[in-house]
């Protein structure tokens, strides 16, 4: 597909040497959040694999962007498959792994809250006990979400030594595979007779970007309505998210998987934080209404009686300063060019554009953007 463009900048502390050739297997590949990072993996020179099920939405951005062209192999199967996914291990011999298959949706997890656990508890587990039994694997980074915390809606931002809870399914389900991944690493990734790879889990807030079709998400809500002109309705204009594009927590699992496999990366497996500065925590309504006056006209804002609709936190925010320090990772788009990059995609999207060479050309545009 030429989509690699030569030597990565610096900017964001990644090392294309440390990529080049090296088996990479992404689960959840198919999805929004690993179809961007398959992206900038192959753009990195990694060999990248994916396991996952077919795309959960249509359009996609696996589709769209043809991320299937940049894949070295893939499997199509669930996590519950495990004679597959121990096959995948053995045949991939991954030296990294980023977990990222899950159900991610919070009002899905209502719907369906064993479906859920059974997708997001043990089928962390499944990869867990997969990993454990590959000698290549050196760096395992396990994706959760910012809603592992118990959350008490307090103003100060969470941290990684903060208690764990979940209120609705989805919430519950990312905190026990916390909980898993953090006993999977005490009993077999952990001292000298362990498996050598280095276990951790990763916590990012709510993630924005070209490319996400999800039902019940904000911005591929919005996208929907302005195309069709209808007002977009919202059912908790109030709540605080700490908002942010895709490509920040991505560009801190790399980082950290970077770092995972150096010399001192074994006091480094253990729960990371990313999500934006305070300036990216805002309101449902003030995204929504940043992205109407982004697309332009026809796109309006509404509100839905939220006395029908399940629990969601109407506040949340995460304390990044481990990242910060440690792992010398920091936001780099603010929340207004964050929320114009998204727009930009889905209508470059609208006029036909190569979604591939736009995607890329957007990584690109991180990678070379200094933090504002």
Same mark, same amino acid.
């Given at each position: 597909?030429?989509?690699?463009?030569?030597?990565?900048?610096?900017?964001?502390?990644?090392?294309?040497?440390?990529?080049?050739?090296?088996?990479?297997?992404?689960?959840?590949?198919?999805?929004?959040?690993?179809?961007?990072?398959?992206?900038?993996?192959?753009?990195?020179?990694?060999?990248?694999?994916?396991?996952?099920?077919?795309?959960?939405?249509?359009?996609?951005?696996?589709?769209?962007?043809?991320?299937?062209?940049?894949?070295?192999?893939?499997?199509?199967?669930?996590?519950?498959?495990?004679?597959?996914?121990?096959?995948?291990?053995?045949?991939?011999?991954?030296?990294?792994?980023?977990?990222? #298959? +899950?159900?991610? *949706? %919070?009002? /899905? &997890? $209502?719907?369906?809250?064993?479906? !859920?656990?059974?997708?997001?508890?043990?089928?962390?587990?499944?990869?867990?006990?997969?990993?454990?039994?590959?000698?290549?694997?050196?760096?395992?980074?396990?994706?959760?979400?910012?809603?592992?915390?118990?959350?008490?809606?307090?103003?100060?931002?969470?941290?990684?030594?903060?208690?764990?809870?979940?209120?609705?399914?989805?919430?519950?389900?990312? #905190? +026990?595979?916390? *909980? %898993?991944? /953090? &006993? $999977?690493?005490?009993?077999?990734? !952990?001292?000298?007779?362990?498996?050598?790879?280095?276990?951790?889990?990763?916590?990012?807030?709510?993630?924005?970007?070209?490319?996400?079709?999800?039902?019940?998400?904000?911005?591929?809500?919005?996208?929907?309505?302005?195309?069709?002109?209808?007002?977009?309705?919202?059912?908790?204009?109030?709540?605080?998210?700490?908002?942010?594009?895709?490509?920040?927590?991505?560009?801190?699992?790399?980082?950290?998987?970077?770092?995972?496999?150096?010399?001192?990366?074994?006091?480094?497996?253990?729960?990371?934080?990313?999500?934006?500065?305070?300036?990216?925590?805002?309101?449902?309504?003030?995204?929504?209404?940043?992205?109407?006056?982004?697309?332009?006209?026809?796109?309006?804002?509404?509100?839905?009686?939220?006395?029908?609709?399940?629990?969601?936190?109407?506040?949340?925010?995460?304390?990044?300063?481990?990242?910060?320090?440690?792992?010398?990772?920091?936001?780099?788009?603010?929340?207004?060019?964050?929320?114009?990059?998204?727009?930009?995609?889905?209508?470059?999207?609208?006029?036909?554009?190569?979604?591939?060479?736009?995607?890329?050309?957007?990584?690109?545009?991180?990678?070379?953007?200094?933090?504002?």
């Amino acid at each position: 597909m030429g989509v690699r463009t030569g030597a990565v900048e610096n900017l964001v502390n990644l090392h294309p040497a440390f990529w080049r050739d090296r088996s990479v297997l992404v689960t959840g590949h198919t999805g929004f959040k690993g179809g961007w990072l398959v992206l900038w993996l192959h753009r990195l020179g990694a060999q990248v694999h994916g396991y996952a099920l077919d795309p959960p939405t249509d359009p996609s951005l696996f589709e769209v962007a043809g991320v299937e062209a940049v894949l070295a192999s893939e499997t199509r199967a669930d996590l519950a498959d495990t004679e597959q996914l121990t096959a995948t291990f053995r045949r991939v011999q991954p030296e990294v792994v980023f977990h990222l #298959a +899950a159900q991610p *949706l %919070v009002r /899905a &997890s $209502y719907a369906d809250p064993l479906g !859920t656990l059974v997708c997001n508890v043990l089928g962390t587990a499944r990869v867990l006990e997969a990993a454990r039994m590959c000698d290549a694997l050196r760096a395992l980074v396990l994706i959760t979400t910012d809603k592992v915390y118990e959350n008490r809606e307090w103003r100060y931002p969470y941290r990684e030594v903060d208690p764990l809870g979940g209120h609705d399914p989805y919430s519950a389900s990312k #905190a +026990a595979a916390e *909980l %898993v991944a /953090a &006993s $999977y690493r005490a009993s077999f990734f !952990t001292g000298p007779t362990g498996h050598p790879a280095r276990v951790a889990t990763a916590r990012a807030g709510n993630v924005i970007g070209g490319g996400d079709w999800a039902v019940d998400r904000l911005a591929p809500d919005c996208v929907r309505a302005f195309v069709k002109q209808e007002p977009v309705e919202l059912r908790f204009p109030h709540a605080v998210r700490p908002w942010q594009h895709v490509l920040e927590p991505l560009a801190g699992y790399l980082r950290l998987a970077e770092r995972l496999l150096a010399p001192s990366g074994e006091s480094l497996a253990r729960a990371w934080n990313f999500g934006p500065d305070a300036s990216g925590d805002a309101t449902v309504g003030e995204v929504a209404e940043t992205l109407a006056r982004l697309w332009g006209a026809g796109a309006r804002v509404g509100s839905a009686p939220s006395a029908d609709h399940p629990h969601e936190a109407g506040l949340l925010r995460l304390d990044s300063t481990m990242a910060r320090t440690v792992l010398d990772w920091q936001p780099r788009w603010s929340l207004a060019l964050a929320l114009a990059q998204t727009v930009a995609w889905y209508q470059a999207w609208m006029r036909g554009a190569d979604m591939t060479a736009f995607s890329v050309a957007q990584i690109h545009a991180y990678e070379t953007t200094g933090s504002t």
